[in-house]
């Protein structure tokens, strides 16, 4: 954490988010679950994706590029399967519409598929998987995304970072929820590298000579000229796996706009000529009732067995812990539910700058200093 990061209360930072949206002309239930898939990142430590987008997702609506007012239509229904236009709206408001869609399809009939097309950023993947396994039920979500990824043997970005999230409910305290890019890192990472001025690993990118950049700030500039590229989760070439993250990047790209009927790679881009223009991006769901198969108790305890005998297996020299996917997040949401949320000097400047510029309320921050002393002030004549 930046030495310069000020922790805050995880609820006000999720009211400072959703306020932004009203401001922006959303409707108020609706800004309500934009904000809650945002925190959920901050919560869960995946810093690239929270109130560190938020100024994002602002913009993208003063451009018109992203519609404040939901705009999906149900393209084709079927018991199991719907596909869905979302209209250019708000991604985390149409996603969680879609899974909850599959949800209600596979509680009557054991399987619900909904594909979206048309769509905008809908924050961490692996929220949506969540909502099915609080259902008793697997749940699996993928989305394409603009282009930033080369792929094995080539050095222009074609792809997205192209998510995969899996989701399935266990008898441990946590359930085992996988939430990865199909890349070696997702763009957000470079940002967060950028605003807190630290170089990018070596291994994660490519140049168009074939050299792996690690100057975060020129590597942003390099994603939107097209000199630069993240590479396959695996790396360059085949030695070490980078064919296998390539292959799975195309697989969520297929389901993301070939069942959708929606675009892909580079007409993902959000760019016609020198003019901004909406992503369209696509999104895959499906939730599995879980008792269609074997009843729940059944599949909890050998889900959470599966678990336990990994965690209990021999560990590496220096490691006294292995841990399945998940477990990270689900301890850093309780840390944060007691610690706080760590906002950096830079996203401090950014939230002040936003007060501002949509007219705001008061918010119990440090760093909102007027808004600080107006609340200690009242505390004072309420005691």
């Known amino acids: 954490m930046s030495p310069e990061s000020i922790h805050v209360d995880d609820q006000e930072l999720r009211r400072f988010m959703k306020e932004g949206f009203i401001a922006m002309g959303v409707p108020a239930p609706d800004a309500d679950i934009c904000a809650d898939v945002l925190i959920e990142s901050d919560m869960r430590g995946i810093k690239s994706h929270g109130i560190g987008r938020f100024k994002m997702y602002i913009d993208r609506m003063k451009d018109g590029i992203i519609s404040p007012v939901c705009r999906q239509t149900m393209v084709k229904e079927t018991e199991n399967t719907a596909v869905i236009d979302a209209g250019d709206s708000l991604g985390h408001l149409v996603a969680t519409h879609a899974m909850q869609l599959a949800i209600d399809k596979a509680k009557e009939h054991n399987i619900g598929m909904v594909a979206v097309r048309n769509s905008t950023h809908f924050g961490i993947c692996g929220y949506y998987p969540s909502m099915a396994v609080n259902n008793n039920m697997v749940g699996i979500a993928f989305s394409n995304a603009r282009p930033s990824v080369a792929p094995t043997y080539?050095?222009?970005?074609?792809?997205?970072?192209?998510?995969?999230?899996?989701?399935?409910?266990?008898?441990?305290?946590?359930?085992?929820?996988?939430?990865?890019?199909?890349?070696?890192?997702?763009?957000?990472?470079?940002?967060?590298?950028?605003?807190?001025?630290?170089?990018?690993?070596k291994g994660l990118t490519i140049d168009l000579a074939g050299n792996e950049p690690t100057d975060s700030k020129a590597l942003l500039k390099m994603f939107v000229e097209g000199t630069a590229s993240l590479l396959p989760l695996g790396g360059a070439g085949e030695e070490l796996g980078g064919h296998k993250g390539y292959g799975l990047n195309v697989m969520v790209e297929i389901l993301c706009a070939a069942l959708s009927g929606g675009s892909f790679g580079k007409a993902l881009s959000g760019m016609e000529g020198d003019r901004h223009i909406p992503h369209r991006l696509g999104h895959f769901f499906v939730a599995v009732n879980i008792e269609s198969f074997v009843p729940i108790g059944i599949f909890r305890a050998i889900t959470g067995s599966i678990m336990?005998?990994?965690?209990?297996?021999?560990?590496?020299?220096?490691?006294?812990?292995?841990?399945?996917?998940?477990?990270?997040?689900?301890?850093?949401?309780?840390?944060?539910?007691?610690?706080?949320?760590?906002?950096?000097?830079?996203?401090?400047?950014?939230?002040?700058e936003l007060k501002k510029e949509l007219k705001l309320g008061s918010f119990n921050f440090p760093f909102f200093a007027d808004d600080t002393s107006t609340l200690q002030n009242s505390q004072r004549l309420s005691a």
């Open 308 to 352: 336990r005998e990994i965690r209990s297996s021999t560990k590496a020299p220096g490691h006294d812990r292995i841990y399945l996917a998940g477990e990270k997040e689900f301890e850093m949401i309780e840390r944060r539910r007691k610690e706080g949320v760590p906002v950096n000097k830079s996203m401090q400047d950014v939230m002040i």
């Open 154 to 201: 080539g050095v222009e970005p074609v792809l997205g970072t192209n998510p995969i999230s899996f989701g399935a409910p266990s008898d441990e305290v946590y359930p085992f929820l996988l939430d990865i890019a199909t890349s070696t890192t997702q763009r957000g990472k470079i940002e967060v590298y950028a605003r807190e001025g630290t170089p990018t690993p």
